[in-house]
DNA sequence: CATAGGCCCG
């Protein structure tokens, strides 16, 4: 066998396998002829090699049998940036540690790369006190001029959300760049705080296709859909030329699954491949989710159907979106099938199949996937968990069973368990349970009630309480809680119009709302009278019928019917669930009208064709 | 030898 007995030759190869990229049997093959011991740099080459390859357990136990005082501070570099690659591992922090403890005289110290990588490392941590342990070690060792160290520490803060933290080392820094600016957008959107993101947005010098992707992905974050379709058009618009990339892709599909924006949707899928993007697995999820979400569940079929091998993410995906029209059935098979597949199922996997179940009424095939869930697939039930199940036994109207998982579920029950008892109550008009739930409710501390007294004057005026009623919205007013507006959206002609409930924004409101009128007093005539039982606030009968009349959903159909042609579909999304009397006026009018209305809601979608829902009035 | 962004969820 040939020895590679001359350092410089070894050195060589090694060069050249680091651009080549070797399979492992390959790389150690050589490794097993080269004579490493006689030489540091070799070693160290070495162990480039395989961390080029991600070989990082070969390259460890290289690290570990060095035969010299200690690897010099690159080689450190090396096996810390490729443990900080693992994300959330803590090993790159344990040799950052250990570095500091060497006394060796010829001692390795970290220098500014090392310090990028760990505090990289720590910004996929759980705990960010290592982070600011390291961030105290910059501040006295003067790495904080170093434009990379400084960007890390902003771009830690950005994901621990500590927006103030961020800003104040952007503030500290002599010298700014891309990935600073990027960086302090992404502190301010995980912060929640968009407003200022697009104030600094405008303000910095230069921007990238990162940048753009911080702020859809942003404005998708905390629920300002619209806008981040906005920032998407105007990014097709800028000049110079940005180019798209699969996040921005994959979040403006996102913004448009959230709109129901059919339209735009589609465009943008019609378009990946013009811009270069590969239809990656993350861009296909995202896509049959849209398509789902917008009504089109032929469509996110047609696009799972050209997966060969679809991941846990398709599946997923896959499996929500039959759920939410309904097609609990198909769900359960596509579980199945990914069951066989030996695709293992993960937690947002099986939520979407319980609600799959939930909203067919299949409460045995629900039943036997929650209770398998943690043996079968390893899958701990969270509380998202709970509240499905808890939905799917109370609309089947298991409620005293419902009621019992709550009361003895190890995790406690959030505002999600209680709205979904609570809503099954309002269904299955169960004044008892209902106040035993309320007794319930009010032993929890002041945050779960805050969450929870919406739902309460909710039940109360279902139940007739007035009193009670406005008792608990004194004390909301007081706390000044913001529950969700109700808000609709629908597309027309490609641009999508939001609608609000008693909107005064949409400039042709008046016109609108004469429209409406018209089309309530249309749909009077089929037997549509207004329902006020679920109306919340203790008005006047003829206050209550004008506060239904104008919830978003209604008047988004009223824009629908006036700007679509006779006989075309009427798309509209809804951020929160129908009520009972826009379900039956919607009935009403897809009758009167002769169209088919769908309207997706925050649980599913209600298909409205000649007077009757596809949801059988099960939601 | 080093830094920024993303999907599926009641």
Redesign the pocket.
Known sequence: MQTYSSIQFSRKLLCHLLCKRPPISELKKIHAQIIISSHASLTDSLIHCYLHTNNVNVARILFNNYHFPSPP??VW??VI?AYSKLQGSLESINLFYQMLTLDHPFSAVP???TF??VI?SC?HQKSIVHGEIIHGMVKKNGYLM????A??LI?MY??FARVDDAHKVFNEMSEL???SW??LL?AYAKGGKMDIASQLFEEMPAR????W??MI?GS??CGRYAKALAYFCKLGKSEPKVKL????I??AL?AC?HLGALDQGSWIHGNIDKNGILE?S??R??LI?MYAKCGRIDCANRVFDNISKPD??NF??MI?GLS?HGLGRHAICMFNRMLVDKIKP?E??V??VL?GC?HSGLVKQGLSIFYNMESSWGIVPK??HY??FV?LLGRAGYLAKAFGVVKSMPIDP?I??WR?LLSACRVHRNTYLGERIINHIGQLDSQSRRGAEILLSNLYASLGKWDNVSLVRQVMGKQKHQSDIGCSWIEVNGVVHEFRVADQLHPQIIEIRNKLSEILKRAGLVGYAANITHVSFDLSDEEKEQAVAWHSEKLAIAFGLMSTSPKTSIRVVKNLRTCEDCHSALKAIAKVYDREIIVRDR?RFHTFRDGKCSCNNYW
């Open positions: 501070t690159l570099n090396l940036r220098d500014e790369y990028t990588s990289t910004a170093n434009l990379y160290v960007n890390s771009n950005a994901v760049d891309v990935f990027t960086s992404c990238n296709d990162v940048s992707a911080v992905s998708v974050g990339n699969e996040a921005i994959v979040c996102s699954a990656t993350n861009v999820t995202a989710d846990v993410h997923t995906s929500s939410i993960n947002v996997t939520l979407g609600n939930s509380i998202e509240g499905c939905d959030d999600v368990v979904a649980s």
